[in-house]
């Protein structure tokens, strides 16, 4: 069972080292059917006293500087094992300071075709606080069931420029279980307006266009060869985990960054 946090620690090293333990413990329980699940945490304004002759802009930097200290005195590096993986597996992180995306990029020397991973890493990292006090109560039944649902997607995207048409494919990604699970596959006759679609609006479907059929509904020789497909692209496990470990590493060090851009509002 875990300890409970600092109240004090927003820090996603706190998130981390839940989800590391839930993935030991949980991980026989943990069932395959993705789960919808939108959670939304709102926390109510309350007064407290204020030092005297502190302005608000003052008294609330302070608290915003101390947060900082405590989070730059966290370690927040990516570790070796995942920078090695993008040396041996090939792929190029492509995101930008200040941006939640991030794209990974690699030409598959097969076929020739590139090969896109776009995820969202506030959607990867996000851990509802619901969750964590399942993990804290020791209800291995209730804990199975919250982390089911921590889902989130991961879009592949394989473009064959020579054609100008891609394959494009949404999956789920248990972060609990660093693995994959596909929801959908369809074709994109014109893949390079797809693509700039992704770059100007992050838009990935098209609500009015066919996606194809539900991949659970497909024959079971069908979702096996096409998961095989997926496993020689290099979308398997280890992608699987280092999107997990980089989202931590980014979402850590943008949390850093906007203390620092508040603080200096303030100041």
């Known amino acids: 069972m875990l300890k409970a946090f600092p109240s004090t620690l927003r820090s996603v090293a706190a998130k981390r080292v839940a989800l590391q333990s839930s993935r030991f413990n949980t991980r026989s329980l943990l069932k395959s059917c993705p789960k919808a699940m939108s959670t939304l945490?709102?926390?109510?304004?309350?007064?407290?006293?204020?030092?005297?002759?502190?302005?608000?802009?003052?008294?609330?930097?302070?608290?915003?500087?101390?947060?900082?200290?405590?989070?730059?005195?966290?370690?927040?590096?990516?570790?070796?094992?995942?920078?090695?993986?993008?040396?041996?597996?090939?792929?190029?992180?492509?995101?930008?300071p200040g941006t939640a995306s991030v794209e990974l990029v690699k030409k598959d020397a097969d076929t020739g075709n590139i090969l896109h991973v776009y995820f969202d890493i506030d959607e990867v990292t996000d851990i509802p606080t619901e969750d964590l006090a399942a993990l804290e109560s020791g209800d291995l039944e209730e804990e199975a069931n919250q982390l089911d649902q921590l889902l989130c997607n991961v879009k592949i995207l394989v473009e064959n420029p020579s054609s100008n048409s891609g394959l494009f494919l949404n999956l789920f990604l248990q972060n609990t279980e660093s693995?994959?699970?596909?929801?959908?596959?369809?074709?994109?006759?014109?893949?390079?307006?797809?693509?700039?679609?992704?770059?100007?609006?992050?838009?990935?479907?098209?609500?009015?266009?066919?996606?194809?059929?539900?991949?659970?509904?497909?024959?079971?020789?069908?979702?096996?060869?096409?998961?095989?497909?997926l496993v020689s692209k290099g979308i398997d496990n280890e992608l699987a985990d280092f999107i997990v470990a980089f989202s931590d590493y980014k979402e850590e060090g943008e949390y850093r960054t906007w203390l620092n851009a508040v603080s200096k509002f303030l100041n």
């Open 41 to 96: 945490s709102i926390r109510s304004f309350h007064q407290s006293s204020v030092i005297l002759n502190q302005s608000p802009e003052a008294a609330l930097n302070e608290v915003v500087k101390a947060e900082s200290k405590i989070s730059e005195a966290i370690p927040n590096e990516l570790d070796q094992v995942y920078q090695d993986y993008l040396h041996t597996s090939g792929f190029e992180v492509v995101s930008a």
């Open 179 to 229: 693995s994959f699970m596909i929801d959908f596959v369809n074709v994109q006759e014109d893949v390079k307006s797809f693509i700039n679609a992704i770059k100007e609006e992050n838009e990935f479907i098209d609500k009015f266009k066919y996606q194809g059929p539900k991949f659970a509904e497909l024959d079971e020789s069908l979702q096996t060869e096409f998961e095989n497909y």
